[in-house]
């Protein structure tokens, strides 16, 4: 792909090629982080940019997660 079609929008979702990238690997790290908390039986614990982004992310999420 050339640089524009990577960071140009896309009509149908209003998201460049980059921010789609963005978004499946920050949730991919989430995702991550919640397995690793279930198979070593403990709560999660995510990276700080998470928290960053916004405080009540996870609340957010919950439908998503």
């Known amino acids: 792909m050339s640089d524009e079609q ?7 979702a ?5 921010d ?4 499946l690997r920050a949730w991919q790290q989430i995702s991550v982080v ?6 070593l ?3 999660p614990k995510y990276p700080q940019w998470i928290a960053e982004l916004h405080e009540d ?5 919950a439908g998503f997660g």
Request: charge should be negative.
């Open 6 to 12: 990577i960071t140009g929008w896309h009509t149908l």
């Open 14 to 18: 209003e998201w460049s090629t980059k």
């Open 20 to 23: 789609v990238i963005a978004h």
């Open 34 to 39: 919640r397995m690793e908390a279930v198979a």
């Open 41 to 43: 039986n403990r709560e």
């Open 57 to 61: 992310w996870e609340e957010n999420a």
